[in-house]
T-cell receptor
Framework: NAGVTQTPKFRVLKTGQSMTLLCAQD?????MYWYRQDPGMGLRLIHY???????AKGEVPDGYNVSRLKKQNFLLGLESAAPSQTSVYFC????????????FGQGTRLTVV | GENVEQHPSTLSVQEGDSAVIKCTYS??????FPWYKQELGKRPQLIID?????GEKKDQRIAVTLNKTAKHFSLHITETQPEDSAVYFC?????????FGPGTRLSVLP
């Protein structure tokens, strides 16, 4: 099993460009999450999904959109990138919601210049 | 919503000593408290967790204690080793999602 896989691992964007980060999990987990990690601020939840076709806003959703068309995939989109979105992005999944272990992807380092 | 605080932000200990990291949470409905370890450049990984119906849990050199009345929980690492050097995150879950603390950078000095 690959677990949770994020694509790409690194990306540099110019301000105003758009991109999509892909998260794929092969563990048949219902719940999936997108976090951003900034120095000294821990992991902050952007959006999450409790199942195929569902999405919900987290703590810092502005400037991001998500989709969960297939159970195994959770996409994070930036429509118009800003320097404030420079961060490391982590996707995670858990089998039964936030009462069980969350498995993280390897992270995507995004720089917006 | 839930708010999780974590202290200290950095901690240096001598190899073989113990390390303690403390977290407080605000939502009395939270009932699941995991701890994650993140090595440099790696993904966070669960090291231990505790549920609200338990006061203490131990796994070899690591243990977690929970005081629901005071709304705080702590991670204890005994006999620290260089490979324990990492950033540790606590989290609390109230059934909606995980809320993480800001992290503690632990350095174990040889």
């Amino acid at each position: 099993n690959a677990g949770v896989t994020q694509t790409p691992k690194f990306r540099v964007l110019k301000t105003g460009q758009s991109m999509t980060l892909l998260c794929a999990q092969d563990m048949n987990h219902e719940y999936m999450y997108w976090y951003r990690q900034d120095p000294g601020m821990g992991l902050r939840l952007i959006h999450y999904s409790v199942g195929e076709g569902t999405t919900a806003k987290g703590e810092v959703p502005d400037g991001y959109n998500v989709s969960r068309l297939k159970k195994q995939n959770f996409l994070l989109g930036l429509e118009s990138a800003a320097p404030s979105q420079t961060s490391v992005y982590f996707c995670a999944s858990s089998p039964q919601g936030p009462y069980t272990e969350a498995f993280f992807g390897q992270g995507t380092r995004l720089t917006v210049v | 919503g839930e708010n999780v605080e974590q202290h200290p932000s950095t901690l240096s200990v001598q190899e073989g000593d113990s390390a303690v990291i403390k977290c407080t949470y605000s939502d009395s409905a939270s009932n699941y408290f995991p701890w994650y370890k993140q090595e440099l450049g790696k993904r966070p990984q669960l090291i231990i967790d505790i549920r609200s119906n338990v006061g203490e849990k131990k796994d070899q050199r690591i243990a977690v204690t929970l005081n629901k009345t005071a709304k705080h929980f702590s991670l204890h690492i005994t006999e620290t080793q260089p490979e324990d050097s990492a950033v540790y995150f606590c989290a609390a879950s109230n059934g909606q999602n995980f809320v993480f603390g800001p992290g503690t950078r632990l350095s174990v000095l040889p």
